[in-house]
């Protein structure tokens, strides 16, 4: 039989029961349901309910949406639209952290971020403040499954100081950005996280599909990357990347297809990283792009060595440049211990001089 639940006081007891609904399975798991934005609720559903539903939830201006108290083992499941007011400030909308937890979405749902009141075209470069979208952190052996996301203000994900975490059929779409003035609508960027995988998803943004900033052991397979920037490792400056396997992607209409990039004179490493079964449709300004020479968003023209980039694979990578592009370009210093094999990028006719190719690699520009 159904109950409702509170630890609130009594004089709140009434308002807190309109929005709040539980139903006990046993002593260790409560059932809580959600349908409106208040975040005592929010807090008190996490601390008494190992499952939670929210249900078209419309969150206060500024104000996050706060899942960083959930129990272990927790589940929350969005159903609905949720969508947030408008503010300016640099969030995020949600934020959220556990251990064995899952956040996942019923068939019918969305997270609306409603970025066109945001977007002015220059994204976190200026303009308005813009919130980021998700920021998962501390979240150990967890999973982000079945979410559908639209309209992101600026970046989606923002992934920190994770330790296995997983992110399974996580749909992003914010092709409205394309006419709307979206920019730095980045899919997902990881930093300071090691054994994150991120599978069967999909992205359409302004920018980078996938972004890795450091951290290690990270799996991007199975996915789609359309508009954008394409899949990234970097911009890696005084920090360092190793063991990132990239398979079976599909990049379409993107700036790159397949992109590394170091900072201009800082000190770190990228190693053991793993570019298989590529497909590329479409690129407009490079196929494969790898530079060292990155500083203050933009290439010097100018690599420098501290950043190496040691122990790189490229196999199989395939597909269109547009005519105004490149296939390959390549702009290193200190690289070594590359294996490159099945490159067939085409289409690309502004062929550019390279530096910095170890030799025996297989590739060429």
Known sequence: MSLYFSILCTTILSAFLATVHSTPHNVSATSCTITKYNADNILNAQKECSEIILKGLSVAAGKTLDLTH????????FEGTTTWEY??????????????????GSSDHVLDGRGS????GLGGNGGKKKPKFITPVKMYNSKITNLNIKNSPVHVF????????????????????????GHNTDGFDIASSNNVVIKRSSVY?????LAVKSGSNYEFTDNYCGGGHGISIGSVG??????????????????????????????????????????????T???IIIE?????????????????????????????????????YVLVEAASDWHCSGIDVRGGENVKECQGIPSGSGLSC
């Open 70 to 77: 959930l129990q272990q083992g927790a589940k929350v499941t």
């Open 87 to 104: 503010k300016e400030w640099t969030g995020p909308l949600i934020k959220v952290s556990g251990t064995d937890v899952e956040i996942t």
């Open 117 to 120: 009141l945001w977007w002015d």
């Open 158 to 181: 923002s992934i920190k100081q994770c330790d296995g975490l997983t992110l399974d059929n996580v749909n992003i779409d914010d092709r409205d950005g394309d006419t709307q003035g």
């Open 205 to 209: 943004s302004q920018d980078d599909c």
């Open 238 to 283: 005084d920090t360092t990347v190793e063991s990132v396997y990239v398979s079976n992607c599909r990049v379409e209409d993107s700036a790159n297809g397949v992109r590394i990039k170091t900072v201009y004179g800082a000190v770190g490493s990228v190693k053991k990283i793993t570019f298989e079964a590529v497909t590329l449709k479409d690129i």
């Open 285 to 287: 300004n490079y196929g």
């Open 292 to 328: 060292g020479d990155y500083l203050n968003g933009g290439p010097t023209g100018t690599p420098t060595d501290g950043v190496p980039i040691t122990d790189l694979t490229l196999k199989d990578i395939s597909g269109t440049v547009l005519s105004s592009g490149t296939n390959v």
